[in-house]
């Protein structure tokens, strides 16, 4: 398989008309190998647009939406990020080119085994990935410029909020299916919070933040 006719392929046909258009994220799709990331198995499907199964239930996110992530976060060298949701560690890996540091939480062991030696292998240095579920963050580390939710959520926790920076942001995708939306949250203020909506899309539950049956009585 060729797979740097694959890659342009997924940027030209996935990325671009998903409005991903910053140079500086496309520059990264081109670069980081995402074939290296999937598991072995998976490898010639590695560019195509669907959420590739990992096992235990779990499923990678489509290229277009890692993408469209990082696009939306704007990340600056500078920043310290937290994402939750390891998965196969390739938007770990976009993030860890963009950012200072990023920590990454995933509650699988064995996504985050493989997810850890891919990006450590990559040549990574700056990101840390450690088994957790993620629903507490990381608030021994915390103020964080930005976090990542690489899965969907019913609503963003207040916890996680708490561990931004003022001035900093949260990006989740919000919802039940079929219909959920990516958001932006930033903190404005030490009580106060912005959301912008930025294009609906629907992906698996975060793992530890499936939404408990209502009571009945």
């Known amino acids: 398989?060729?797979?740097?006719?694959?890659?342009?392929?997924?940027?030209?046909?996935?990325?671009?008309?998903?409005?991903?258009?910053?140079?500086?994220?496309?520059?990264?799709?081109?670069?980081?190998?995402?074939?290296?990331?999937?598991?072995?198995?998976?490898?010639?499907?590695?560019?195509?647009?669907?959420?590739?199964p990992l096992g235990g239930g779990r499923r990678a996110l489509a290229p277009r939406v890692e993408?469209?992530?990082?696009?939306?976060?704007?990340?600056?060298?500078?920043?310290?990020v937290l994402e939750i949701g390891t998965g196969i560690g390739y938007l770990t890996a976009l993030l860890g080119h963009k950012a200072q540091s990023v920590v990454s939480l995933e509650a699988d062991a064995g996504l985050a085994r493989a997810a850890a030696e891919k990006l450590r292998r990559a040549g990574l240095s700056n990101v840390?990935?450690?088994?957790?579920?993620g629903r507490q963050g990381a608030p021994g580390e915390a103020p964080f410029d930005a976090i990542v939710l690489a899965g969907s959520v019913a609503e963003v926790p207040q916890v996680l909020l708490d561990q931004l920076k003022v001035g900093?942001?949260?990006?989740?995708?919000?919802?039940?299916?079929?219909?959920?939306?990516?958001?932006?949250?930033?903190?404005?203020?030490?009580?106060?919070?912005?959301?912008t909506e930025l294009f609906d899309t629907v992906v698996q539950r975060l793992a530890g933040f499936e939404s408990r049956p209502a009571f009945a009585f």
Do not use: H
């Not at 342009?8 to 980081?32: C, G, H, K, T, Y």
């Not at 290296?36 to 998976?42: G, I, K, R, S, T």
């Not at 840390?128 to 579920?133: F, N, T, Y």
């Open 67 to 80: 993408a469209r992530i990082a696009q939306e976060l704007q990340l600056q060298r500078t920043d310290k």
């Open 168 to 195: 900093g942001r949260l990006l989740g995708i919000v919802g039940d299916e079929p219909v959920m939306r990516a958001v932006l949250v930033r903190r404005v203020g030490e009580k106060e919070f912005q959301t």
């Open 128 to 133: 840390q990935v450690r088994e957790a579920d």
């Open 1 to 52: 398989m060729n797979f740097e006719q694959a890659r342009f392929n997924m940027i030209e046909q996935q990325i671009r008309p998903w409005d991903v258009l910053d140079l500086s994220v496309l520059a990264l799709l081109s670069s980081v190998r995402r074939e290296d990331f999937v598991p072995a198995e998976l490898r010639t499907l590695a560019f195509t647009d669907t959420e590739l």
